[in-house]
């Protein structure tokens, strides 16, 4: 059986592949996989996992980002009536009328 090993290198740092084993169980994968990739370089932690319990999703599978419509993001695509809008302008000018009488008094 094959089992894919991930190693971190430090601590809050990603796992990243760093190669493979053949063993017949998950305690003689461990223990092949601290031994082949525990030792070359400084590591934190190792992930053994069974090759056929990894799975892959590639660009021709899925096509990433960017495929929902977020045009509510836009202020243009809201309904805009414009007495609300002059209400909005006269509100914000008595604010700062009451913020020049506070820093007055």
């Given at each position: 059986m094959i089992w894919e090993v991930f190693r971190q290198e430090e601590n809050g740092e990603y796992h990243t592949h760093c190669g493979n084993v053949h063993a017949p169980d998950r305690e003689m994968a461990t223990q092949f996989a601290a031994i082949q990739h525990g030792r070359r370089k400084p590591t934190n932690s190792l992930w053994v996992?069974?090759?056929?319990?990894?799975?892959?999703?590639d660009s021709d599978d899925v096509e990433f980002g960017g495929?929902?419509?977020?045009?509510?993001?836009?202020?243009m695509t809201y309904n805009l009536q414009t007495?609300?809008?002059?209400e909005v302008v006269e509100s914000e000018?008595?604010?700062?009328?009451a913020d020049k009488q506070r820093g007055e008094a």
């Open positions: 996992v069974p090759k056929e319990e990894i799975g892959e999703i495929t929902t419509d977020k045009g509510y993001r836009w202020t007495d609300q809008a002059e000018s008595e604010q700062e009328q």
